[in-house]
């Protein structure tokens, strides 16, 4: 069985685990820091949050809950929509560390390209917040920089002013929702993708072919789902705030989905809905 390994190495050669814990709509406070302690627990390594989902304090508390060594964890945030300026990247930024009570952040993302706010001079605007990144980089307050839903053109203009490349593009990605040409891009440049929802909406669990093949493999099907993310060669972030769940979504190393169920989950695009376009997002 060819096997998939639990830890990636990103473009500057910085080690990342293959699966991340995610945390959107996770409520901060005692519901993030115990579903964060729990997944730590039960073998995560890589945590991921965010400045917009206002819950980086309690992710903080779980890790500190948890007793792990810091060194052990790859934690990452992402830059919210208002503070796309060089002065707001480096206050946020500042306020994120101070919430999640860490010195560094092992990768620190740019969350969507073309807020509102800055609509009329997205461009300009990332080009500032990226050179307050690249400064952190330099810092040592950041290990790896990157990106969000960036499409190609938005990753074209980053990369005219750039002077230290991103290594990750985090999108929407899962069974039925492959954004191939986006991933393709996006590895072209340096990129490695990560997997957010990558249970798609929930109609998958409602579809009795997938169900029949969870039970083929003797796995859930959100196991098949993150699993079927790896073999992409992507990087899945599901998130739960149940403990069962949580530990049930990390025992996914031990089987391999066969190449025609792949192709039967990839197929899927009636379960998964579209992705954002985050050229028209109303925030």
Not at 29 to 44: M, T
Not at 127 to 132: D, L, N, P, Q, V
Not at 217 to 241: D, E, H, N, T
């Amino acid at each position: 069985m060819a096997g998939v390994a639990k830890t990636l190495t990103l473009a500057n050669g910085i080690t990342i685990p293959s699966i991340g814990f995610g945390t959107w709509q996770t409520p901060d406070g005692d519901i993030a820091a115990e579903s964060v302690k729990n997944a730590i627990e039960a073998g995560y390594r890589h945590i991921d949050t965010a400045q917009a989902y206002g819950n980086e304090a309690g992710v903080g508390e779980g890790i500190r809950m948890s007793g792990i060594d810091r060194s052990e964890l790859f934690v990452t945030t992402k830059l919210t929509n208002d503070n796309h300026t060089y002065e707001l990247t480096k206050s946020s930024f500042k306020k994120s560390l101070e919430d999640l009570g860490l010195d560094y952040v092992d990768l620190f993302l740019i969350h969507w390209p073309r807020p509102l706010r800055f609509m009329d001079n997205w461009q300009r605007a990332n080009e500032e917040t990226w050179r307050a990144m690249e400064e952190l980089v330099d810092d040592g307050r950041i290990r790896a920089i990157g990106l969000s839903n960036f499409h190609r053109h938005h990753i074209d203009a980053l990369l005219q002013t750039a002077r230290i490349k991103p290594v990750v593009n985090q999108i929407r990605l899962c069974p039925g929702c492959t954004q191939d040409e986006l991933v393709n891009y996006s590895r072209e440049c340096g990129m490695m993708p990560e997997a957010y929802s990558p249970l798609g909406t929930g109609k998958i669990f409602n579809v009795d072919e997938v169900k029949a093949m969870a039970d083929r493999y003797g796995k859930s099907v959100a196991q098949l789902c993150i699993r079927w993310s790896l073999q992409m060669g992507f990087i899945p972030l599901p998130k739960s705030v149940n403990a069962d769940r949580i530990r049930e979504n990390l025992d996914v190393y031990d089987f391999e989905i066969s190449a025609e169920d792949m192709n039967i989950l990839t197929g899927l695009t009636e379960c998964a809905g579209g992705a954002p376009d985050p050229d028209n997002m109303p925030f």
